[in-house]
């Protein structure tokens, strides 16, 4: 899966170089990221889950890879084995929108807090992969 992955294109965004400005705008809006913020994943294919590290959900994902195959290397993120159910319903939920507040996170209910901060710093993270976006106002 993760050599398939590798030479898959980036996610069809518009490439661009953002001024300042636009990157502070971006920032702000990864910022605003909150339990009612509608997500999904760009495409269908642009992330893996990997579990055959024990302890760890990895995350192999397109959102760096250069428009020239295999240019770059194949990104990836780490997560506590715990974040496995919420990326899995990401995957299984596109391509409808779906709230930050339904991310399953069953390892952490027993402390609201800490379940509500887990799922946000999950779609922060995936935001700033670029492998998921907001739902359009």
């Given at each position: ?111 609201p807090e800490d379940c509500d901060e887990n799922r946000l710093v999950l779609v ?14």
């Amino acid at each position: 899966a993760r050599d398939v992955l590798s030479r898959r294109q980036p996610p069809s965004l518009p490439a661009q170089v953002l001024t300042e400005e636009e990157q502070q705008a971006k920032d702000d809006l990864i910022d605003a990221v909150g339990q009612d913020t509608q997500v999904r994943l760009v495409s269908a294919q642009c992330i893996r889950l990997d579990l055959s590290v024990p302890g760890e959900a990895r995350v192999y994902h397109v959102g760096g890879n250069s428009p020239i195959c295999m240019a770059n290397p194949l990104s990836l993120l780490r997560f506590e084995i715990d974040f496995a159910p919420a990326i899995g319903h990401l995957i299984g939920s596109f391509p409808n929108f779906i709230s930050a507040k339904s991310l399953p996170m069953p390892a952490f209910e027993h402390v609201p807090e800490d379940c509500d901060e887990n799922r946000l710093v999950l779609v922060t993270t995936l935001m700033e992969a670029g492998v998921l976006e907001e739902k359009p106002q």
